[in-house]
């Protein structure tokens, strides 16, 4: 995709679609979308991360930085194959997500395609698997082999394993682990590339309607992750294999304690020996799965801020140097010009700006926070660059319906004098703000473009419980926001002009 190309998108996670099992997945809602999105004459379709989820049902923390979310995987064209029965939908909630009832009858569901699949798959789909697998082994090996080790642990972290031989990767108890966990390891290897092939299907569907997929990659990998089990000598861990420091940021305004992410930190020297490789594969897997991606915590690639492993919070801590242009040079050598956004939020100091402008990576501009202060403020419309992406809001941001309730009076009064908008039409006015900007790229979250408040927002950051769970439903879409985003799109020249209708 070309990011330099004027065009506008929506941010909706794959996990927030209709759908009757339970979750957003790949299935039939998702290509309704693609075809809603077009006719709204968007360009983009932005994701959250793709990856397995983690601690808190966050896409941030997943068990691998390779491997495909196994709730994503549609039941649908399981059940075409023949693969898996029908089967018996529980009632679950349409507008919510209650993991705990989900993913136990969504495994389910999978294992049994799963064994339906190796009892009775053609000969052509048995290739393609083996052939798939054999593609992947770079990183889908170490992965199944993590899950199914993990498996009857109940998710008991690596570094804990009563089998300490695993636990150190001894090549003997892995060659043996491989052949006990064999049947267990196939059925991860299933749903991969049955999360592959239908992500891949998806894409090519969403490309073929002018619609490009937008994916997100965080900076970190969970501690307790494939990813660092398979290369402990990546990351700052001690002889037990736990971590010596974490992630994080310091307070802040926001938070007087900081953030403690807990998240290992790159052993940067190390990586940069064999000329960042396991960054080159990371980069190209996520490739495959979008035309253009978000990388989160940007920053942390010019300067991160490393915490003591046994810190209770980030009120200690220091910042140090990162890769900086090395790193992306190394990978733009290997992949060629990256299509990448850099999420330059936060606490940003001038060796970010220079890291992302020598890379070439736009910036992100979110107008919520433009009204602040006066009409300098950097988050104002007029103040944008054109190689910037303009956002309403992000998934970790309040709907603007709810930015505008909780707002002090002066910035309410601020952005109706800026937007010339009031209560009901802020989210419109929001958004033609964004669009009428000079940045290359827009993007509105579904809530944004759907005027919905606070209760619909996806993530509250540092809450636990009751995040990442907001789905829609059709008959809140309606024709009119269709109708009027496509407006305003073709107005502002990132879509179809004949989506205006002008009299001749």
């Given at each position: ?202 894409k090519a569907y969403a490309n073929g309607k002018g619609v490009a997929i937008m ?290």
């Amino acid at each position: 995709m070309d990011l330099n190309q004027r065009s506008s998108g929506v941010l909706l996670h794959i996990t927030s679609l209709p759908g009757p099992h339970g979750i957003g997945d790949f299935g039939p809602d998702a290509y309704r979308f693609v075809d809603w999105l077009a006719s709204a004459g968007q360009r983009l379709w932005q994701l959250l991360p793709t990856t397995p989820i983690g601690p808190g049902d966050s896409p941030y923390q997943g068990v691998s930085a390779f491997a495909g979310s196994q709730w994503m995987v549609a039941l649908e064209p399981l059940i075409q194959k023949g693969w898996l029965a029908a089967p018996q939908v529980p009632s679950f909630d349409p507008l919510r997500v209650n993991y705990g009832e989900v993913l136990p009858w969504r495994e389910a569901q999978l294992r049994a395609a799963a064994a339906g699949f190796f009892a009775k798959a053609s000969a052509a789909d048995r290739a393609d698997f083996a052939a798939w697998c054999e593609a992947q082994q770079d990183w889908l090996a170490d992965y199944a082999l993590f899950m199914a080790i993990r498996s009857p642990l109940n998710g008991q972290p690596w570094w804990q394993w009563p089998a300490a031989s695993l636990m150190r990767r001894e090549p003997a108890a892995l060659a043996q682990a491989r052949k006990d966990y064999a049947q267990e390891t196939a059925f991860w290897n299933f749903v991969q590339w049955q999360f592959d092939r239908q992500s891949a299907a998806l894409k090519a569907y969403a490309n073929g309607k002018g619609v490009a997929i937008m994916g997100d990659l965080p900076i970190f990998v969970a501690h307790d992750s494939a990813d660092c089990w398979s290369r402990p000598d990546l990351y700052h861990l001690d002889e037990n294999f736990n971590t010596a420091v974490v992630a994080g940021v310091p307070p802040d305004a926001m938070s007087v304690d900081g953030q403690r992410w807990g998240n290992p930190l790159y052993r940067w020297e190390r990586m940069a020996e064999d000329g960042y490789a396991w960054w080159t594969a990371r980069v190209r897997r996520a490739l495959s799965q979008a035309d253009v991606f978000r990388i989160d915590h940007f920053r942390g690639f010019a300067g991160y801020y490393e915490i003591p492993g046994d810190a209770p919070d980030a009120k200690q801590g220091r910042w140090l140097q990162g890769p900086g242009k090395a790193l992306f040079d190394a990978i733009e050598q290997a992949l060629g010009k990256l299509p990448i956004v850099a999420e330059d939020l936060g606490f940003i100091t001038e060796d970010v700006h220079q890291l992302r402008d020598g890379c070439g990576f736009p910036g992100m501009k979110i107008l919520q926070f433009g009204f602040g202060g006066e009409a300098d403020h950097e988050f104002l419309p007029h103040m944008w660059p054109r190689a910037s992406v303009a956002y309403t809001g992000t998934h970790d941001n309040d709907t603007v319906r709810g930015w505008w309730d909780a707002a002090s009076p002066r910035e309410r009064a601020f952005a109706g004098s800026y937007l010339a908008c009031g209560e009901q039409d802020v989210h419109w006015a929001m958004i033609r703000g964004c669009a009428n900007s000079v940045a290359n790229m827009a993007v509105y979250p579904l809530q944004d473009v759907l005027g919905l408040p606070s209760a619909h927002r996806m993530n509250v950051p540092g809450v636990l419980g009751g995040n990442w769970s907001w789905r829609f439903a059709w008959d809140m879409i309606g024709a009119e926001p269709g109708r009027v985003l496509g407006l305003i799109t073709a107005a502002s020249g990132r879509g179809p002009f004949e989506l205006l209708r002008l009299p001749a």
